[in-house]
């Protein structure tokens, strides 16, 4: 015989693992989305930082019309705050850059190559293969005879 204790209140195991269940599959569904979001944010925001690189170089190759590529990289983070790669020092090392960034070509009609490349190291790379290389890449004409190239090695669905 069963002994009634008061009013019973609460939910069952089986209830509570039932929420459990379905709160893990929609976990489970989310989170690649929410990877892939990540990455299509990360690689907007190199753009837009490519962009503005794009116009310090613009600026320093008018004042100075200097195709020197080692020149570049100094101008560009006095301008813009991005530190760009050199022997010395890369983005990749700060905490708050996803992208090392760097000018690779100026020639002297004055077409430049900007690059982006995404940073693998340090727990800062995407949830793919080590092999796969993740840039984003301007070729801007300097002298506006030819519209820019955006060239990218992912494209994120």
């Not at 002994?3 to 489970?28: D, H, P, Q, R, S």
């Not at 929410?34 to 320093?60: D, N, P």
């Not at 983005?91 to 020639?107: E, K, L, P, Q, R």
Request: hydrophobic share 40%; net charge positive.
């Amino acid at each position: 015989m069963r002994c009634k204790m008061g009013n019973e209140k609460g939910f069952t195991l089986i209830e509570l693992i039932t929420v459990v269940v379905i709160i893990a599959i929609l976990a489970a569904l989310a989170l690649p989305q929410y990877a892939r979001v990540m990455e299509k944010a990360r690689s907007a925001e190199a753009k837009e930082s490519i962009g503005h690189m794009r116009k310090a170089a613009l600026t320093y190759y008018q004042a100075y019309g200097n195709t020197t590529v080692a020149a570049y990289p100094a101008v560009i983070t006095n301008q813009t705050g991005i530190p760009t790669n050199t022997a010395a020092s890369s983005a990749c090392s700060d905490v708050n850059y996803f992208f090392d960034y760097g000018i690779t070509t100026v020639t002297a009609a004055g077409v430049a190559t900007i690059n982006a490349t995404r940073c693998l190291s340090g727990g800062k790379g995407p949830n793919a293969p080590a092999a796969t290389t993740y840039f984003v890449s301007l070729v801007t004409d300097m002298s506006g005879q030819t519209p820019d190239i955006w060239n990218q090695s992912v494209n994120y669905q």
